[in-house]
């Protein structure tokens, strides 16, 4: 298996321009997660879906991020207007059996705004 | 409230030597305890977990935790560092709450071997 593939790798953006990122879990997997990482607030967990179904989003900074998961191997993250702030490694994982269960990370959307 | 806590920002050991990194929670009832590493422009990986049982968990790489609940501590070992070691290491909590449960990292810890 190909592991978590997202996409872009890298992404240069204006304030206020959309951004949207990609993630493809491993098959078979039934939990797919986001985070974020910042110097600042260090590794966070926006929101994790279960079997393409929202289970918490609690860590989704405000509505100007919204995520989705249309079938079990797609999830975007989209924000939109994007802000200076929102720079950041965004990292999506996936998982065979829950959050308790290994998570297997991909390499990462590097989001800057400018 | 439930958390967990790394608190070195930096360990520096040389090649050869026991390595130590320290991770404490607070976590109601019986937590879930996780090591994730991340090496440079990498996502992280897993590396071991407790859930119930043994205190003393084996891990990927050479690694281990004892699991320590009087001093509510999961510190990880590795009985000889390597350079390739040199990494940053998360630990993590299942924190139960209310309505299903959260993920929740440290602020990780950088580890610096040398050779």
């Known amino acids: 298996d190909a592991g978590v593939i997202q996409s872009p790798r890298h992404e240069v953006t204006e304030m206020g321009q959309e951004v949207t990122l990609r993630c493809k879990p491993i098959?078979?997997?039934?939990?797919l997660f986001w985070y974020r990482q910042t110097m600042m607030r260090g590794l966070e967990l926006l929101i994790y879906?279960?079997?393409?179904?929202?289970?918490?989003d609690s860590g989704m900074p405000e509505d100007r991020f919204s995520a989705k998961m249309p079938n079990a191997s797609f999830s975007t993250l989209k924000i939109q207007p994007s802000e200076p702030r929102d720079s950041a490694v965004y990292f999506c994982?996936?998982?065979?059996?829950?959050?308790?269960?290994?998570?297997?990370f991909g390499p990462g959307t590097r989001l800057t705004v400018l | 409230a439930q958390s967990v806590a790394q608190p070195e920002d930096q360990v520096n050991v040389a090649e050869g030597n026991p390595l130590t990194v320290k991770c404490t929670y607070s976590?109601?009832?019986?937590?879930?305890l996780f090591w994730y590493v991340q090496y440079p422009n990498r996502g992280l990986q897993f590396l071991l977990k407790?859930?119930?049982?043994?205190?003393l968990v084996k891990g990927s790489y050479g690694f281990e935790a004892e699991f320590n609940k009087s001093q509510t501590s999961f510190h990880l070992k590795k009985p000889s560092a390597l350079v390739s070691d040199s990494a940053l290491y998360f630990c993590?909590?299942?924190?139960?709450?209310?309505?299903?449960?959260?993920?929740?990292f440290g602020a990780g810890t950088q580890v610096v071997v040398t050779p």
């Open positions: 994982a996936s998982s065979l059996l829950g959050p308790t269960d290994t998570q297997y």
């Open positions: 098959s078979g997997h039934d939990y």
């Open positions: 879906f279960n079997n393409n179904v929202p289970i918490d």
């Open positions: 976590v109601s009832g019986n937590p879930y």
């Open positions: 407790y859930i119930t049982g043994d205190n």
């Open positions: 993590a909590v299942w924190l139960t709450t209310d309505s299903w449960g959260k993920f929740q």
